[in-house]
């Protein structure tokens, strides 16, 4: 009994001299990250980190931190907030051009371990700047509601299609290769810039305009384009809808050929079309395909990245032969020719 009334004066003199104990941090105390970006610094990987707006109309925050590791760099930012950061909320993930050429693997790696990261976040490229130069293009706003903005235009094919990490990660783990959306840093906001194209780990290139376009038709995610064509009764204007590509390996050299069908609608006309009117704007859409798709290829094969996986999706056709071709399938994609056929659906008047 004795013992028991000195452990508990012991622990009320303890309690006087150090004070309470700690109070649990409230959400009010923590600073909610949405936006999470890489870049390399002078002595290793560059964190910065943003919030979102806050409530009430306080403007986003943001942090940056540097060290030997992205853990490090993490610790570097919470040690310079006077609030508890919290990364559990990212759900963008930004990286600037430089540590994109360097190689990007750890960085998908540490995503993927981090307890509190996620691989479902989305992923950009800032081409030809750096990702905290993109981050404070948001000013007090942040940069959180054009990229979700931009995310949701590519889902509608008005814009690039967004990624997540861990698709990138998984593409580059199993095919050497991947795509991601490319950003640039504008005087207002970020703008869309067409696709990174990624061999091995690390960025070689960017696919932008008709390039890009081709990547989208080859994906069967096209990219929404007003095309004009003139008519012996005046003009129409059509766009691509949809397109799905077929993937063929032809002959025992492995000659790849490609089948894209695109269903297109008519934007503008002046009233039903005649079947004549009709073949003309769908043999200029399955030119101006061709011509994208073709554009695309030529780029992916001077960078030996087959991102649209090609390869794989024609190994249905001929499995024997894809399991010849696929340990050196980079080198044999540059040296292929690709045969394109595309063919234009336009259903209806």
Not at 277 to 301: I, K, N, P
Request: hydrophobic residues 40%; glycine residues 12%.
């Amino acid at each position: 009994m004795r013992r028991g009334v000195s452990l508990a004066l012991a622990a009320v003199l303890l309690l006087a001299v150090c004070g309470a104990l700690p109070r649990p941090r409230e959400m009010g105390d923590m600073a909610l990250l949405r936006v999470m970006g890489v870049d390399r610094g002078e002595s290793g990987p560059a964190m910065s980190a943003a919030t979102g707006p806050q409530p009430p109309e306080q403007p986003a925050r943001l942090w940056r931190g540097e060290g030997s590791s992205l853990s490090a760099a993490a610790q570097a930012i919470q040690s310079r907030s006077d609030r508890y950061v919290f990364f559990g909320y990212v759900d963008q993930l930004l990286l600037g051009e430089g540590q994109s050429r360097r190689g990007v693997e750890d960085i998908f790696a540490y995503v993927a371990r981090d307890a509190q990261l996620s691989l479902a976040a989305r992923l950009w490229v800032v081409r030809g700047d750096t990702a905290r130069t993109a981050l404070e293009a948001g000013g007090d706003r942040g940069v959180e509601s054009r990229l979700a903005t931009l995310a949701a235009d590519g889902e509608r094919g008005l814009s690039i299609r967004p990624r997540r990490v861990g698709e990138m990660y998984t593409q580059l783990l199993e095919r050497g290769c991947a795509y991601a959306p490319a950003l640039t840093v504008g005087e207002a906001e970020l703008t869309a810039a067409g696709y990174a194209v990624f061999a091995g780990d690390k960025l070689a290139g960017y696919l932008e305009g008709e390039s890009a376009r081709g990547l989208a038709l080859l994906l069967g995610h096209p990219l929404t384009e007003v095309v004009e064509i003139a008519l012996p009764g005046g003009r129409a204007a059509a766009r691509i809808i949809g397109a799905k590509t077929v993937s063929r390996f032809a002959g025992s050299e492995g000659r790849l050929r490609l089948t894209c069908r695109v269903t297109a609608e008519l934007a503008e006309g002046n009233g039903p079309l005649s079947e004549t009117e009709r073949e003309t704007v769908c043999r200029r859409l399955e030119s101006l395909a061709e011509h994208e798709v073709t554009s695309a290829l030529e780029q992916m094969r001077a960078w030996k990245a087959d991102c649209a996986e090609l390869g794989p999706r024609a190994a249905l056709s001929d499995p024997g032969l894809w399991s010849s071709l696929e340990s050196d399938w980079p080198e044999v994609f540059s040296r292929l020719e690709p045969e394109v056929t595309v063919r234009a659906d336009l259903p209806g008047g």
